[in-house]
């Protein structure tokens, strides 16, 4: 019985090492970069469901497709936003969190 404890102590350390581990932002994307994306989707009504929406976002940052896509893989992954549609999703954090 004296081993069931160190078993114990030995499966919480194995799982908290296994713990996911937060995803690692895409090459050439800043910080300023996601404030930038999350404002431009926060003034598209924190909602992309189409192209209007998409226009607005791409408008507002200027940024390219690949890093646009890259941007939203991260956010996802992070858990910041959800899909909606095959092409749309919604922010889930800063001043969208509230409408989400």
Known sequence: ?????ALLAVLA???????????QR???VT?????????AVA???????GPRE?????ARTGFEDNKLRAITEYLAASGEMRETSPLGFVLTSGPC???A
């Open 1 to 5: 019985m004296k081993s069931l404890p």
């Open 31 to 39: 910080d300023a970069d996601l404030a930038l994306f999350r404002s």
């Open 54 to 58: 998409a226009e607005i976002v791409e």
């Open 26 to 28: 895409p090459a050439g």
């Open 43 to 49: 003034q598209a009504g924190c909602r992309v469901g």
């Open 13 to 23: 350390v194995s799982a908290c090492a296994t713990a996911p581990q937060p995803p």
């Open 97 to 99: 969190a509230v409408t």
